[in-house]
């Protein structure tokens, strides 16, 4: 299994590591499935291809950053504003999700299942705080997805980099700010030790998906009860993913004070002009091919119900349990 991440990074790379062993003890030592971390055997952004051409049977990575095969990958990551990580699941499951993640992928010879999510991830690491649009104007970030489009459009110099050179791209100066994951990652990256204005939540990944990748002529030599088992041991890794990430970055977040870091809200008026560019980018992923406009019609119908409901239950709930809340 070759994956987009440095080896054992926490979360993604500790829930490509749960998945193989998963997978190993699931089938009885029958499917043996080896990790390698990004660039150990391929790039981190080429794993995808690894995957394809059978160069490695499985991959570990996120589908946004493959997306130039075909804008249709974006759905599978995550969208600005868009679902959470439950309501991703909801989709892929219930709502023909995964049926449009398969036909985006079959063309390549590739099969894909959700394997984790990190939950809601943070904004972004800052030098200086961000009070005004003027303030992101030629800003060079890394910034992954179609927020990377979204901010572009607000005056933001965009870089897509592997998670692994954030650090030293901050520390020479050759970026000015960067979103990673969250408070566990971020820290754990040395993000705090460059920049200490933090701003949450990430309006481009409200719960975006990690995804096992499976080569499809190595899937369907597998017989049946082992295909079974890939498909469990990931679902059960996923499981576990969302939770992980969720226990962790409560425990690194608590930490943030003491590290000079000030947390930050985005000011009023930034969000309405990432929403307002998140609305043209989206439309413009919408009609880009045939595909897309199926994938957004099923997406964008569960979304709305989702939000509607979101509203009255979850967002009204974590409003009563925080005390002293008006």
Same mark, same amino acid.
């Given at each position: *299994?070759?994956?987009s991440?440095? #080896?054992?990074?926490?979360?993604v790379?500790?829930?490509?590591?749960?998945?193989?062993?998963?997978? =190993?003890?699931?089938?009885?030592?029958?499917l043996?499935?080896?990790?390698?971390?990004?660039?150990? !055997?391929v790039?981190?952004?080429?794993?995808?291809?690894?995957?394809s051409? @059978?160069?490695?049977?499985?991959?570990h990575?996120?589908?946004?950053?493959w997306?130039? #095969?075909?804008?249709?990958?974006?759905?599978?990551?995550?969208?600005?504003?868009g679902?959470?990580?439950?309501?991703?699941?909801?989709?892929?499951?219930?709502g023909?999700?995964?049926? !449009?993640?398969?036909?985006?992928?079959?063309?390549?010879?590739?099969?894909?299942?959700?394997?984790?999510?990190?939950?809601?991830?943070?904004g972004?690491?800052?030098?200086?705080?961000?009070?005004?649009?003027?303030? !992101?104007?030629?800003?060079?970030m890394?910034?992954?997805?179609?927020?990377?489009?979204?901010?572009?459009?607000?005056?933001?110099?965009?870089t897509?980099?592997?998670?692994?050179?954030?650090?030293?791209a *901050?520390? +020479?100066?050759?970026?000015?700010?960067?979103?990673?994951?969250g408070p566990?990652?971020?820290?754990?990256?040395?993000?705090?030790?460059?920049? #200490?204005?933090?701003?949450?939540?990430?309006?481009?990944?409200?719960?975006?998906? &990690?995804?096992?990748?499976?080569?499809?002529?190595?899937?369907?030599?597998?017989?049946?009860d !082992?295909?079974?088992?890939?498909?469990?041991?990931?679902?059960?890794?996923?499981?576990?993913?969302?939770?992980?990430?969720?226990?962790?970055?409560?425990?690194?977040f608590?930490?943030?004070?003491? %590290? @000079?870091v000030?947390?930050?809200t985005?000011?009023?008026?930034?969000?309405?002009? *990432?929403r307002?560019?998140?609305?043209?980018v989206?439309?413009d &992923?919408?009609?880009? =091919?045939?595909?897309?406009r199926?994938i957004?019609?099923?997406?964008?119908?569960?979304? +709305?119900k989702?939000?509607i409901?979101a509203?009255?239950?979850?967002?009204?709930? %974590?409003?009563l349990?925080? #005390? =002293?809340?008006?």
């Amino acid at each position: *299994m070759v994956t987009s991440w440095p #080896k054992g990074a926490p979360g993604v790379g500790t829930s490509a590591d749960r998945l193989a062993a998963k997978i =190993n003890e699931m089938s009885g030592g029958r499917l043996t499935v080896t990790v390698y971390g990004a660039g150990e !055997l391929v790039p981190p952004f080429e794993v995808f291809d690894a995957v394809s051409s @059978g160069t490695a049977e499985m991959g570990h990575g996120a589908s946004h950053f493959w997306s130039g #095969k075909d804008p249709a990958f974006n759905y599978f990551t995550g969208l600005p504003f868009g679902l959470t990580a439950h309501e991703r699941i909801g989709w892929l499951t219930f709502g023909g999700g995964q049926a !449009l993640w398969d036909e985006s992928y079959a063309p390549f010879g590739v099969r894909a299942f959700f394997a984790g999510s990190s939950g809601v991830q943070a904004g972004g690491w800052f030098r200086e705080p961000i009070k005004t649009l003027d303030d !992101l104007q030629g800003l060079k970030m890394r910034i992954a997805g179609l927020g990377g489009e979204v901010l572009r459009q607000l005056g933001v110099t965009v870089t897509l980099m592997p998670p692994g050179d954030i650090f030293g791209a *901050m520390t +020479s100066g050759t970026i000015d700010a960067a979103e990673w994951v969250g408070p566990w990652n971020d820290i754990a990256f040395g993000l705090p030790d460059v920049a #200490k204005h933090y701003y949450l939540p990430a309006f481009h990944e409200p719960g975006p998906a &990690l995804e096992c990748l499976v080569n499809e002529d190595a899937f369907g030599a597998l017989p049946k009860d !082992l295909q079974a088992i890939v498909q469990a041991a990931a679902g059960a890794a996923a499981l576990e993913s969302l939770g992980e990430f969720t226990f962790y970055n409560a425990q690194a977040f608590a930490t943030l004070d003491d %590290l @000079g870091v000030t947390v930050h809200t985005w000011p009023k008026d930034i969000v309405t002009a *990432m929403r307002t560019a998140s609305d043209g980018v989206l439309k413009d &992923l919408s009609e880009a =091919n045939e595909l897309c406009r199926r994938i957004h019609a099923s997406y964008s119908s569960y979304r +709305s119900k989702a939000v509607i409901y979101a509203n009255a239950s979850e967002r009204e709930m %974590l409003r009563l349990r925080v #005390k =002293n809340q008006p």
